[in-house]
């Protein structure tokens, strides 16, 4: 077999990861600031990490320097040592909804819902176009972070508005974060050595969403249309009144893009903290700012509220509750104040394991008298990429 290289693309940028048959990362790196001046070729290999800059005025320039790259360094040989590559998309609207082979349809249908992506699935289908061209023997998938979310039921995914509205455009809640909540599933299974595990996951990162995860299928999220919806993040709002935006835009005088700009780039954790969307920034900051502070607790908040809500969502006993992705990961005050905050089952933390740094894939952080054990799991999201194509065309 082949060696697999996991492509995520934004709307400047392709990271990606290149793995061994034996599925172990033989390389890595990410191309940013694509379309901009000054753009970064990033290199980790062999041990040592480089940044090169360089013009990458495309997306097929930049495939064409990433290749050339991957050469000159003796990461491959030649193009055809690429036997897959697989692509995460954020977005696969209402036709690509599981695992898919890229074709000429699977595209069509991306770009059909680049409305529903508009951010990442343009980049996305720039650089499947751009492979398609440089590595036309390389079998390649799709990914989706929607994709887990296929088994929400109806109460979960239908929004109270009129029904046929709803019914004409296809309105629903997609959720999203799929990917990893899926491997947060299948991990907690090996962890707790069961089939069929019942967790609440909490991807907290600059984007955060709870999933709701019953006999190891998603029953609920907090992203939804867009992953505009939930928790509050790094810049996202998160869930707001809908009627905040036309009012905004009436008194100071900005159109639906602008608000939506806010909403998205400038709300969330920089937006009420007004300096920073990195918590770690806020973390420290916050004991001299109380702007800081609150923003802090606003956040902790609301992801205890859409945790209760999980909780109770889920039908049968909880096995677990699982922290991931940057602040789930590595931010001890927010995960000890979120189950803190917990009032309705007793959740007690162990402060030494949950202020343990040095763990591998995860770590257990409550104690034995907690009703419901808390765990904190790595995100690995091109791992479980990588292996979700390597089982594709099997
Ligand atoms: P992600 O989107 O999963 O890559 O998460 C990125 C976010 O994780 C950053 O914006 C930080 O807010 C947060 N983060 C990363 N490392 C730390 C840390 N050591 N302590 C607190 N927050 C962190």
Redesign the pocket.
């Known amino acids: 077999m082949a060696k697999i290289l996991v492509i995520n693309a934004g709307s400047s940028s392709i990271k990606w990861n290149l793995f061994s048959d034996k599925l172990e990362v033989e390389a890595k790196g990410v191309a940013q600031r694509i379309k901009m001046a000054e753009g970064i070729l990033s290199l980790d290999y062999n041990g040592k990490k480089s940044d090169t800059i360089t013009e990458l005025p495309s997306f097929l320039e930049t495939v064409k320097k990433l290749v050339a790259m991957w050469e000159e360094n003796g990461i491959i040989k030649d193009f055809d040592e690429i036997g897959q590559v697989a692509f995460r998309i954020v977005n696969g609207g209402p036709h690509l909804q599981k695992t898919s082979e890229v074709t000429e349809e699977s595209i069509k249908h991306l770009e059909e819902s680049i409305d529903l992506a508009p951010v990442h699935n343009p980049g996305a289908i720039e650089a499947i176009k751009a492979f398609r061209t440089l590595l036309p023997n390389a079998k390649m998938t799709m990914h989706f972070d929607t994709a887990f979310h296929r088994t929400l039921p109806k109460l979960a995914y239908t929004y109270p508005i009129n029904y046929s509205v709803t019914e004409e455009l296809n309105i629903r809640k997609y959720g999203f974060h799929g990917l990893n909540h899926h491997y947060i599933a299948l991990k907690s299974e090996e962890i707790l050595g069961k089939k069929g595990v019942n967790v609440v996951s909490l991807h907290i ?3 955060a969403s709870l999933c709701a995860i019953e006999n190891s299928q998603s029953v609920d999220t907090s992203m939804g249309f867009t992953p505009l919806a939930g928790v509050m993040m ?1 810049t996202r709002s998160g869930d707001v009144d809908p009627s905040i935006i036309p009012y905004i835009m009436k008194h100071k005088n900005m159109s639906i893009s602008d608000v939506m700009k806010m909403l998205n780039e400038q709300s969330g954790m920089l937006g009420v903290s007004q300096f920073s ?4 920034d806020i ?1 420290k900051a916050r004991l001299e700012n109380p702007q800081a502070q609150f923003a802090l607790d606003l956040y902790i908040q609301r992801i205890v509220d859409y945790l209760i809500t999980y909780l109770n969502r889920i039908q049968g006993k909880i096995d677990a509750i699982v922290f991931t ?3 789930g990961e ?2 001890e005050y927010v995960r000890e104040q979120v189950i803190k905050k917990v009032r309705l089952v007793n959740l007690t933390i162990d402060e030494a394991a949950n202020k343990n740094r040095d763990f591998k894939d995860y770590k257990l952080i409550s104690t034995k008298e907690s009703e419901i054990p808390v765990y904190v799991i790595r ?1 690995e999201e091109e791992m479980y990429i990588a292996k979700e194509a390597s089982k594709f065309f099997n």
């Open positions: 990162g600059n984007g790094g969307s990195d918590l770690r973390g992705a940057g602040i590595n931010d995100a």
